[in-house]
């Protein structure tokens, strides 16, 4: 079995729930549902049976079958169908990976359901039919008190036959859904890291092609720069020219300069100093005050993250103000950091909007560092705007 998760049970209890008033019962869907997953289940289950009894051999693929069939059967239920399960498709019948993660056992309640199932629905559909009968032979004659209590005596059948699937159905659903749930779920996060992992080994190599293009754009041209005024440089003293010289170690002076602006900004980018020297709120209103337009910040709280969740809530602003820069033409953005547990931060600009998480690119990055450190984000960018992206990570006591 699995751990309880209170807020998943308390869903699936108020999905269950049968209408407080019985008659309503015959026009619930709840009702009904629950009447299909008794059906099927007498169907599934002897199906199964038989499919165990003569297939020994491939009870494997039997069980893998009967459990998938039964995750989907939930939906009749109104209850989320957990998907397929972890092991995925078994590699020949008689693999024994069928018989694992839970799926023996839900073949057991199929199969002991729908033994349990046939004797009450039997007798119920028995009771039905007759009384139904009875009504209909006796159209186009008077009506009577006999014929007021056979409809009676049916509505009376017809509730107590829902509330008898329903029971049935919901314990066989919960004790399926509560062996077949923690399979998907694994599955579910397995395939999430496995995506995950892939976006980020994108990210990162965008993010490598943006360094080399920043070296390249930046420092690398001012060092070409700077070695042409040197050759001008000792050309001049070559020739007596002080005053060339002057200006040429002038100007090499200046490109040294901007080389230096320029390798400051490229490291900046992959770990700001003031990060580590001062912590992420300082970092944000740095980043902020550089930005050409105008922001506002907001901080609130004082639990320090560690330092690479700050250096992903960092990058996570920074992303942000690029966008609203760069894409959205933005006027001003304002910026809400809450230094909690959870740490929260919000970025919010007044631009066109749009913006669309795409893998590989900056916002999809984005997503991924947060979700890295256990977090979500949300981004809503509506065409015409405003922006707003919101993130939350865990910021635990260290």
């Not at 008659?23 to 199906?47: D, E, F, N």
């Not at 004790?175 to 080994?201: G, I, K, N």
Request: proline share 7%; glycine share 8%; net charge negative.
């Amino acid at each position: 079995m699995s751990e309880p998760n209170p807020s998943r049970e308390a869903a699936i209890r108020a999905r269950l729930k049968p209408p407080p008033n019985p008659l309503r019962m015959l026009v619930s869907p709840l009702g009904w549902g629950a009447v299909a997953y008794c059906a099927t289940a007498i169907l599934g289950g002897m199906v199964a049976l038989v499919a165990g009894i003569l297939g020994i051999f491939v009870l494997p693929l039997v069980a893998w079958a009967t459990a998938n069939v039964e995750a989907f059967r939930l939906r009749l239920l109104g209850l989320h169908r957990s998907g397929p399960l972890p092991s995925g498709p078994i590699r020949h019948p008689w693999d024994a990976a069928g018989l694992r993660e839970g799926n023996l056992a839900v073949w057991g309640i199929a199969v002991l359901f729908a033994l349990v199932d046939f004797l009450p629905g039997a007798l119920l559909v028995t009771l039905v039919l007759g009384i139904t009968t009875a009504l209909v032979s006796r159209i186009g004659e008077p009506v009577n008190a006999d014929a007021f209590l056979a409809l009676g005596g049916l509505i009376v059948i017809l509730v107590a036959g829902l509330y008898v699937a329903w029971a049935l159905a919901s314990v066989q659903a919960i004790l399926v859904e509560d062996l077949v749930r923690p399979r998907a779920e694994l599955r579910e996060q397995v395939d999430q890291l496995t995506t995950s992992r892939r976006e980020l080994v994108d990210v990162f190599a965008a993010e490598r092609r943006r360094i080399e293009r920043d070296l390249h754009d930046g420092a690398q041209q001012h060092l070409v720069l700077l070695s042409m005024q040197l050759g001008e440089a000792e050309f001049a003293l070559e020739r007596a020219r002080p005053d060339a010289v002057r200006d040429a170690l002038a100007a090499a002076h200046a490109s040294m300069e901007a080389a230096m602006i320029s390798l400051r900004d490229t490291v900046r980018g992959i770990h700001p100093q003031i990060l580590t020297d001062r912590g992420l709120a300082a970092a944000v209103t740095e980043l902020a005050e550089r930005q050409p337009i105008p922001v506002s910040v907001g901080i609130t709280g004082s639990r320090q993250p560690s330092e690479q969740l700050a250096l992903s809530a960092y990058y996570l602003v920074s992303e942000a103000f690029t966008n609203a820069v760069k894409h959205a033409d933005a006027s001003t953005v304002t910026v809400r950091l809450d230094l909690g547990d959870p740490l929260q931060v919000e970025v919010y600009d007044d631009g066109v909007g749009g913006a669309v998480v795409r893998p590989g690119h900056g916002l999809s990055g984005m997503i991924e560092r947060v979700q890295t450190f256990g977090g979500a984000c949300w981004v809503s960018s509506p065409p015409g705007g405003p922006t707003l992206i919101r993130a939350s990570f865990p910021n635990p006591v260290r």
